[in-house]
């Protein structure tokens, strides 16, 4: 499922996916993540290394979140892009 929402290739400037337990981000980076939830299989998301808590934004403000994996944002889109 998240390579079908990921379109199954990376962008230019995107890494492979980084297990939580091999290493982490820098606290406070936003980052992709990839977590296994309840109603879904899987969860691709934006998510943020917190007071080292994992944190998700959704509608209301932050949600903890718990990934498995995780990846830096690549860059952003030149205006020629």
Request: proline fraction near 7%; charged fraction near 25%.
């Amino acid at each position: 499922m998240a390579e079908k929402i990921l379109c199954g290739k990376w962008g230019k400037g995107m890494t492979d996916w980084i297990p939580v337990g091999e290493r982490l981000p820098e606290e406070n980076s936003k980052v992709i993540i990839y977590s296994k939830v309840l109603f879904f299989d899987v969860e691709v998301d934006c998510g943020i290394l917190f007071d080292g808590e994992w944190q998700t934004i959704t509608n209301g403000g932050w949600d903890s979140c718990e990934p498995t994996h995780w990846m830096p944002l690549p860059e952003a889109p030149k205006d020629s892009e």
